[in-house]
Nanobody
Framework: QVQLVESGGGLVQAGGSLRLSCAAS????????MGWFRQTPGKDREFVAV????????SYADSVKGRFTISRDNAKKTVYLQMNSLKPEDTAVYYC???????????????WGQGTQVTVSS
């Protein structure tokens, strides 16, 4: 069993930066791939980024490539999402998730956090 808690969301102006953290509890965190997803009201959940258990495989959605960076610290059981050059369209609730494979599909993740709100003003 893995429990995930996101933090670091907030209100920022366009062009600004935020760093999201996702702290995990439970065993075997280092064996899980970790993903970030986001969702806005009335829209489907959207893949943002994923990192494999070792950090050796990373993928990003085209919409955030070059602006967002995913990383992890297995010793601290934490995954991060550094978000730079934020745009109003990045406004969403951001969720982290743990799964056995580094997938872009939310359905393939076993555990989810409660989400953290990111709001980017224009």
């Amino acid at each position: 069993q893995v429990q995930l808690v996101e933090s670091g969301g907030g209100l920022v102006q366009a062009g600004g930066s935020l760093r999201l953290s996702c702290a995990a509890s439970g065993r075997f965190f280092s064996s899980y791939s970790m993903g970030w997803f986001r969702q806005t009201p009335g829209k489907d959940r959207e893949f943002v980024a994923v990192i494999s258990w070792s950090g050796g495989s990373i993928s990003y959605a085209d919409s955030v490539k070059g602006r967002f960076t995913i990383s992890r610290d297995n010793a601290k059981k934490t995954v991060y999402l550094q978000m730079n050059s934020l745009k109003p369209e990045d406004t969403a609730v951001y969720y982290c998730a743990a799964g056995t494979i580094p997938s872009i599909k939310g359905s393939e993740y076993n555990y989810w956090g409660q989400g953290t709100q990111v709001t980017v003003s224009s």
